[in-house]
């Protein structure tokens, strides 16, 4: 049996979603709006802005979920068994090996069939 699990967000989640990307657009044209001050503090304050505006979303049910997601997705990053440098350098160097291979069939191909063509037309 299938359960559906209803998703409501409320009205003040909606809100403050909407309060956090008004804020950011806000951040963006005063970025631009102050560009005779220096870069630095309008990179400050849009850096300000952006964490504020993150604030606000990770305190809806949207943000908390993302939020959980990136967690969840950290711990199955550091599961991942990496491969060795000399596993890695084999494998680079065997996807070299068979691109160069195949772009010289692809060029002998292009060739003969380009000297085909020539000389059906002449």
């Given at each position: 049996m299938v359960t559906k699990t209803e998703q409501t967000?409320?009205?003040?989640?909606?809100?403050?979603?909407?309060?956090?990307?008004?804020?950011?657009i806000a951040g963006v044209v005063g970025f631009y709006y102050f560009e005779d001050e220096?870069?630095?503090?309008?990179?400050?304050?849009?850096?300000?802005?952006?964490?504020?505006?993150?604030?606000?979303?990770?305190?809806?049910?949207?943000?908390?979920?993302?939020?959980?997601?990136?967690?969840?997705?950290?711990?199955e990053v550091r599961k991942v068994v990496w491969p060795t440098r000399q596993e890695t350098l084999q494998t680079t160097l065997a996807v070299l090996v068979m691109v160069?291979?195949?772009?010289?069939?692809?060029?002998?191909?292009?060739?003969?069939?380009?000297t085909g063509v020539n000389s059906l037309l002449a």
């Open positions: 967000t409320s009205g003040f989640d909606t809100l403050k979603l909407m309060l956090a990307l008004a804020i950011l220096s870069q630095l503090l309008r990179v400050i304050g849009m850096l300000v802005i952006a964490g504020v505006s993150f604030f606000i979303v990770s305190t809806t049910d949207v943000g908390r979920r993302s939020l959980g997601f990136v967690k969840d997705a950290r711990v160069v291979l195949v772009a010289i069939m692809l060029w002998l191909i292009d060739l003969a069939l380009g």
